[in-house]
Structure formats: C-alpha cells, structure tokens
C-alpha cells in the first residue's frame, strides 16, 4: 500500500470523530432524512444485508484462514486476517456501547444500538481481507483489480442495505465505513511493515 492509502486512513478517522461529535445536530439529522427519503425501500440492495450478517461473515473468514494455512502458510498474514475482522468486530461493538445512538425509528426495529453501523465496518473489513489476502496469491494484476472492484462494491451495498431496510441511519453507515478503512489500513500497517522487517532479517 502507498502512502497515500494511509494519509486518507487517517482523514477517515477524524471523519469518523467528526461524525461521532456531530451525528445529533441539525446538519446531519437532515443530511440523515434526505438519504433516507432517497433510498429507503430499495428492495434489492436490502437483500444484500445477508453477506454483512457475522455469522456470514466469521464462517467466510474461518474459510479464508484455511486457504491461507494451505495456499500461502503465512502466520503473520492469518494474524493480519484475525486483527481486521475478529478485533474489528470487538472494536465497533464497543463503541456501539460507548456512544449509544438509538436506532431509527420504524416498526419492528432491532434494540441494540446504531452508531456505528455494524454491517458497515465489518462488512467492509471482510471484504477488504479478501481482496488485500488474495492479491498476494494472484499473479495477474488485471485479476486482483477485479478482486478489489468487486469487493469494495459489495461493502457498498452491504452498508447501503441498513438504511435502504430502515435499521440504521446515513450517517452510521458513512462512519462505519471511515472507521473500517482506518482499522483495515492500521492492520495493513502493521502487516507490511513485519513483513518487509522479516524480508531484512533473512538477506542479513
């Protein structure tokens, strides 16, 4: 990754810090409202709300650590799958319960709370995991820009699917989103600089 992933990792967060501060103000209630009345209803991105379900996602992440133990046997790299989606999903259900932001309020709504969506972060994070995983496997660049294209589509509709049923509010999906990059790319950090440190130790 170059530099510039990691400047925008960092916009993101204070992004996602804006947002916190900000969510209950005039500006983002109608910016809220206005998505809302846009997409609320679209029956066929809700339906995408299924590959943001955990268990979904934990059952795609166990299957990627097998293809990772057999395919690459790199032990760092399954650490790296672990940070971004296991502790990705302690991360945003902590501050689910830090903020506390009711939900929208609509029929038959679900009781946890809203800020910041979890199909958001986690939905993206997985996908990411994909994406970042198999492009080091994937010898054809034409392919893994492919790869990412379809990833980064589908966290898209993942998060959109929560305000399109109703359970959670522009603003939750749009950080969720800030605060999923900021931890993907702090993990991607972390991953590449171990790697190229083990690379220097093996040509000394």
């Known amino acids: 990754m170059n530099k510039l992933h990691y400047i925008f990792a960092i916009l993101t967060f204070f992004g996602f810090c804006i947002l916190w501060l900000s969510y209950d103000t005039s500006f983002i ?37 097998i293809f990772i133990w057999i395919r690459v046997g790199d032990l760092q790299l399954t650490l790296f799958v672990l940070l971004t989606v ?38 993206m994070l997985y996908l990411l995991t994909i994406a970042y995983v198999l492009s080091k496997v994937v010898a054809s660049k034409k392919a893994s820009r492919i790869v990412w294209s379809i990833c980064i589509i589908l966290f898209i509709l993942i998060g959109t699917s929560r305000i399109t049923e109703g359970r959670h509010y522009a603003s939750d999906v749009l950080a969720g989103w800030m605060l999923g990059y900021s931890w993907f790319m702090i993990c991607v950090w972390w991953y590449e600089h171990g790697h190229r440190k083990k690379i220097k130790n093996k040509t000394h």
């Open 29 to 65: 209630e109608a910016f809220d409202q206005n998505v809302s009345n846009l997409l609320y209803g679209l029956d066929f991105i809700t339906l995408f709300h299924y590959l943001g379900e955990t268990k979904v996602i934990f059952c795609i992440s166990f299957i990627l650590l």
């Open 86 to 123: 296991g502790f990705g999903y302690g991360l945003y259900q902590f501050l689910k319960h830090l903020i506390e932001r009711p939900r929208p309020e609509i029929a038959d709504q679900l009781s946890t709370y809203s800020f910041p969506s979890g199909h958001a972060v986690h939905g």
